[in-house]
């Protein structure tokens, strides 16, 4: 497989360890805290190390085969990377992620 560079997000969750989880308005003490990455974009790039060399948010350019934009991030920026991509004569592929099923039909947004 060849090179892949992914554009969408990233977070940082915080997260912390209890025993249940609380009711509501209860407050319940917690342990363990830490601080994981996350974000469909990052976790993409992530499963794309399964067989592809991955840049996440990396320079678009000669340094990549495929640029991959997903849905959840604004449909302006994924047009913009696929321009660059297109201008560098690298691929661009939108991923209809996040897709939802609305009335048996798949749809591109959470809206149908």
Known sequence: MGKVTVVGSYIV???????????????????NYH???GG????????SRLGAQTAFLGKIGRDSDVVLS???????????AARIAKAQSV???LNPA???????????????
């Not at 360890?17 to 609380?22: F, G, K």
């Not at 996040?98 to 149908?112: D, E, F, N, Q």
């Open 13 to 31: 969750a915080l997260v912390i360890d209890t025993d249940r989880i609380p009711l509501e308005g209860e407050t319940v003490v917690g342990r």
């Open 35 to 37: 601080r994981t990455p």
């Open 40 to 47: 469909r974009g990052s976790n993409m790039a992530a499963a």
């Open 70 to 80: 997903p849905l959840e991030i604004p449909l302006a920026t994924a047009l913009c």
């Open 91 to 93: 691929r661009a592929i």
């Open 98 to 112: 996040p897709a939802v099923i609305c009335a048996g039909v798949t749809c591109l947004t959470s809206t149908c």
